[in-house]
């Protein structure tokens, strides 16, 4: 879309079954969402660019492939969003016509008999027309944080629970 804008990415993980999670990000424009697959090749790519970048050997390439997961969605902000739904088959986009719910759910806080405290991840869910879309999201990214980027584009279809 002509003079479109990244307004902000966010990291998700849609759950296929038990066993099987992948990340896919949620980058938000001011027209529309668009929904990327981060596949093992980006991901690759991404670690043996900053691997490059930063120097180092096995134990960099290590520690870098460890944490490319936290940061890895912050590639889309300074992304043409053309390029970024071209970059797989699998990604996709929505409008705010085409969306009828947003909802963002926080995740509960649990407590261990030792007193430690953690927050379970938090609920995505989208609802278009070509049907309803559910992903989680670590609680290293605020829920009331992702509602406000996500109510940029769908306005008072998002709701935070």
Same mark, same amino acid.
Request: glycine share 6%.
């Given at each position: 879309?002509?003079?479109?804008?990244?307004?902000?990415?966010?990291?998700?993980?849609?759950?296929?079954?038990?066993?099987?999670?992948?990340?896919?990000?949620?980058?938000?424009?001011?027209?529309?969402?668009?929904? #990327?697959? +981060? $596949?093992?090749?980006?991901?690759?790519?991404? @670690? =043996? *660019?900053?691997?490059?970048? &930063?120097?180092?050997?096995?134990?960099?390439?290590?520690?870098?492939?460890?944490?490319?997961?936290?940061?890895?969605?912050?590639?889309?902000?300074?992304?043409?969003?053309? #390029?970024? +739904? $071209?970059?797989?088959?699998?990604?996709?986009? @929505? =409008? *705010?016509?085409?969306?009828? &719910?947003?909802?963002?759910?926080?995740?509960?806080?649990?407590?261990?008999?030792?007193?430690?405290?953690?927050?379970?991840?938090?609920?995505?869910?989208?609802?278009?027309?070509?049907?309803?879309?559910?992903?989680?999201?670590?609680?290293?990214?605020? *829920?009331?944080?992702?509602?406000?980027?996500?109510?940029?584009?769908?306005?008072?279809?998002?709701?935070?629970?």
């Amino acid at each position: 879309m002509q003079g479109e804008h990244v307004l902000g990415a966010l990291p998700v993980q849609w759950h296929k079954n038990l066993l099987n999670i992948i990340p896919w990000t949620i980058v938000v424009t001011d027209a529309r969402i668009i929904v #990327a697959k +981060l $596949t093992p090749e980006i991901q690759k790519q991404a @670690v =043996d *660019a900053k691997v490059k970048e &930063q120097g180092g050997g096995f134990l960099k390439r290590m520690a870098v492939a460890a944490t490319s997961g936290l940061t890895l969605h912050k590639r889309y902000l300074t992304m043409d969003p053309e #390029a970024v +739904l $071209t970059e797989t088959p699998e990604n996709w986009w @929505v =409008d *705010a016509p085409g969306v009828s &719910q947003v909802t963002v759910t926080q995740g509960r806080w649990e407590t261990d008999h030792d007193g430690h405290r953690w927050q379970n991840d938090h609920q995505l869910v989208i609802v278009t027309q070509q049907g309803k879309y559910s992903y989680t999201f670590k609680p290293f990214m605020n *829920a009331a944080d992702a509602a406000n980027l996500l109510a940029q584009v769908f306005g008072a279809t998002v709701t935070l629970r």
